[in-house]
């Protein structure tokens, strides 16, 4: 089945515990990225990835690192994660085609950071 | 910059009834389009999309979409609503000139409500 995972589902860690969050696809798609939704905010991108070892930030970086070394994974690393930092984060994941092409979602990861 | 409007928070409908959730946007040139649905605990789910040709788009489960040039808006709508499509809802719309981020850009989303 095509899709896009992600682990842990939930996530409660402490102020300054460095996190990672997987992102795995299984459909050779060479876009990534990482949203967080917040309540009446939508969502709003964190950092993206063109193919294996180019990454970029999106509207959100602050605190975030991401690194894309296999086409298939693209983790989220929080060095020193805080509370303003507990929100849903999901990964999305596309090909790179002519245009317009559609961003698969996965399944999201709650973090609250205390 | 671009944007996205849903200017309800929520919208109830009964079993039977049409439905709209309604979408504005702003964006520069042409935009792409799309929509999503966020069920309970489940990642978002694609629903359907406008990137050019007939103004009229159907999608997944039933549900379709009109993009509307002149008054910027892409409401999504369902001629019969159904217990099941009770869900939250997203509309997002992205820049076709923007090649490397590629960025979707959400709006804050509508609660779709159908009652039995």
């Known amino acids: 089945e095509a899709q896009v995972t992600q682990n842990p589902r939930y996530l409660i860690t402490v102020t300054g515990k460095k996190l990672t969050v997987t992102c795995s696809q299984n459909?050779?798609?060479?876009?990534m990225s990482w949203y967080r939704q917040d309540p009446g905010l939508g969502l709003r991108q964190i950092y993206y990835s063109m193919n294996v070892e180019v990454t970029d930030k999106g509207d959100v970086p602050e605190g975030y690192k991401v690194s894309r070394k296999e086409k298939r994974n693209f983790p989220l690393i929080l060095e020193s994660p805080s509370p303003n930092q507990t929100s849903l984060y999901f990964c999305?994941?596309?090909?790179?085609?002519?245009?317009?092409?559609?961003?698969?979602f996965g399944p999201g990861t709650r973090l609250l950071v205390l | 910059a671009q944007s996205v409007a849903q200017p309800e928070d929520q919208v109830n409908v009964a079993e039977g009834n049409p439905l709209t959730v309604k979408c504005t946007y702003s964006v520069s040139g042409n935009p792409y389009l799309f929509w999503y649905v966020q069920y309970p605990n489940r990642g978002l789910q694609f629903l359907l999309k406008?990137?050019?040709?007939?103004?009229l788009v159907k999608g997944s489960y039933g549900f379709e979409a009109e993009f509307n040039k002149s008054q910027t808006s892409f409401h999504l709508k369902k001629p019969s609503a159904l217990v099941s499509d009770s869900a939250l809802y997203f509309c997002a719309v992205r820049n076709p000139m923007d090649t490397g981020r590629r960025a979707l850009t959400f709006g804050s989303g509508t609660r779709l409500q159908v009652q039995p």
């Open positions: 999305a994941s596309s090909l790179l085609a002519g245009g317009g092409e559609t961003q698969y």
């Open positions: 459909m050779n798609h060479e876009y």
């Open positions: 406008y990137i050019t040709g007939d103004n």
